[in-house]
């Protein structure tokens, strides 16, 4: 079955980047030349899906018009003769159909992906976190639509985290089936330490069977108070199977300012124009600590 869909929330209020968030979305902010969120895009893009269904809340249009054509610049910059540019600005729009869907209230990830029902319907689709980036020679998302074909049930991306950061993240237990693929036998969404002895964490990136909409419609708020995907996920796997999949790449929680900052330096040293000059900036840097 061809997934054609990706669901994108974006509606979270960031308050772990305050001020930085106040007025501007966190999936807005720059990492090197582009917004976080144009990363995420380009990684759907390249995985062969062209449909994204937007999560979004009020304070969030910059992130719609991003993705929309702009009359007024796109004139500009063809009177001005600037056709690089043009061409740049025009690139990812002209790939992807957005549908937004508006979730009235922050109640949480699993009431997100919930309002999207009715515009996914009864298929299979995906949902990538938008601040959550993966850098990866195989797009992350790729790799487990792969998965995803094999097995036709719902895949969970994870990372192995050290026991001491797992109170941080939903957790994972199972039994490896094959290569950094798990069956999963239960999910526990910010464990108490010592309360699991499992590290593989969940990232954000999911391929959801439809059947995940009825187990959300019974989740009751857990951990927070938040309706959390990780208990619908739960659910799920008590009737059908669910896997997860260690993916290959490095990822980096853009949504926190030293996850921002790692990113940046990560993305910075692959720029084709600013990797080069940056590694030499940064050597020297480091020789200033040593001195
Ligand atoms: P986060 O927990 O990272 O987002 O959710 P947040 O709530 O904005 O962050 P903090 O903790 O206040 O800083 C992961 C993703 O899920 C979306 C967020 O926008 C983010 O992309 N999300 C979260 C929603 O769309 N709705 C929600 O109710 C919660």
Redesign the pocket.
Known sequence: MKIKKAVV?????????LPA?KAIP??MLTIVDRPTIQYIVEEIVASGIKEIVL?T?SGKSAIENHFDYSFELETFLGQKGKWDLLREVRHISSLIEVVSVR?K?????G??VKVTESVVGNEPFVVV????MVDAEVPCVFQMLRVFEKFQESVVAVQKVSPEETHNYGIVEGEEVADRVYKVSRLIEKPAPGTTRSNLAII?RYVLRPEIYGCLARTLPGVGG?IQLTDALDSLRRERELYAYAFVGKRY?A??KFGYLQATVNFALEHPELGGRFKEYLKRLVSEFKD
Do not use: I, N, W, Y
């Open positions: 929330p974006v509606a979270g209020l960031g308050t772990r980047f968030t966190k999936e999560v809340a979730q209230e922050p109640l949480g990830l009431h997100a976190l938008g601040d959550d954000g938040e929680d949504g926190d």
